[in-house]
T-cell receptor, first 115, second 115 residues
Framework: AQSVTQPDIHITVSEGASLELRCNYS??????LFWYVQSPGQGLQLLLK??????LVQGIKGFEAEFKRSQSSFNLRKPSVHWSDAAEYFC?????????????FGRGTSLIVHP | GAVVSQHPSRVICKSGTSVKIECRSL??????MFWYRQFPKQSLMLMAT?????????EQGVEKDKFLINHASLTLSTLTVTSAHPEDSSFYIC???????????FGPGTRLTVL
């Protein structure tokens, strides 16, 4: 069965600093990988996704993620964090089921941004 | 594009009553809709997948008689929590996809509190 590990429950960075959120997955086939962001009391917004092709994926809000098959990782990065980036971030691996890609989510990483 | 709405955003009800939550795709036709449940500080857990005009497929451990899902049109799915109890209090999030292989777009969620 597939699984997603986000080893960091909380990450604290200063505004303007760089950010990397870790994500490791376990899946027997080619993974479809996603990063979502959730603001308090809100639904999830898709930041970026990897299906195939270039392993460095650009997303919205200045985020990018790199798929590394050898490390089973899909870490999310941003060169300069803004206070508005404070939120919960979820990594997910999409598994094909009945023709749909059902995401299995990691437990999330809470990003705290200090001024 | 790809906007999903949920109504209501918050609902408080008495134990034993039933609550209906609506999920609408506003600017696209959703072949497939998904319902998730999220406990505080935890990840999303898939409850069920519904295809327009078909019966929903429930995940293991989800009571289909308690969580009634209807997907009567390509833009609307409803989740009815029947005979709600305090343990059903949670954040319920729906998502929708235009095609089975499309990315899921998430609604803003519904906070259910059962007294």
């Amino acid at each position: 069965a597939q699984s997603v590990t986000q080893p960091d429950i909380h990450i604290t960075v200063s505004e303007g600093a760089s950010l990397e959120l870790r994500c490791n997955y376990s899946y027997g086939a080619t993974p479809y990988l996603f990063w979502y962001v959730q603001s308090p009391g809100q639904g999830l917004q898709l930041l970026l996704k990897y299906f195939s092709g270039d392993t460095l994926v650009q997303g919205i809000k200045g985020f990018e993620a790199e798929f590394k098959r050898s490390q089973s990782s899909f870490n999310l990065r941003k060169p300069s964090v803004h206070w508005s980036d404070a939120a919960e971030y979820f990594c997910a691996v999409g598994v094909e089921s009945g023709g749909s890609y059902i995401p299995t989510f990691g437990r999330g990483t809470s990003l705290i941004v200090h001024p | 594009g790809a906007v999903v709405s949920q109504h209501p955003s918050r609902v408080i009800c008495k134990s034993g009553t039933s609550v209906k939550i609506e999920c609408r795709s506003l600017d696209f036709q959703a072949t497939t809709m998904f319902w998730y449940r999220q406990f505080p500080k935890q990840s999303l857990m898939l409850m069920a997948t519904s295809n327009e005009g078909s019966k929903a497929t429930y995940e293991q451990g989800v009571e289909k008689d308690k969580f009634l899902i209807n997907h009567a049109s390509l833009t609307l799915s409803t989740l009815t929590v029947t005979s709600a109890h305090p343990e059903d209090s949670s954040f319920y999030i729906c998502s929708a996809s235009r095609a089975k292989t499309d990315t899921q777009y998430f609604g803003p969620g519904t906070r259910l509190t059962v007294l």
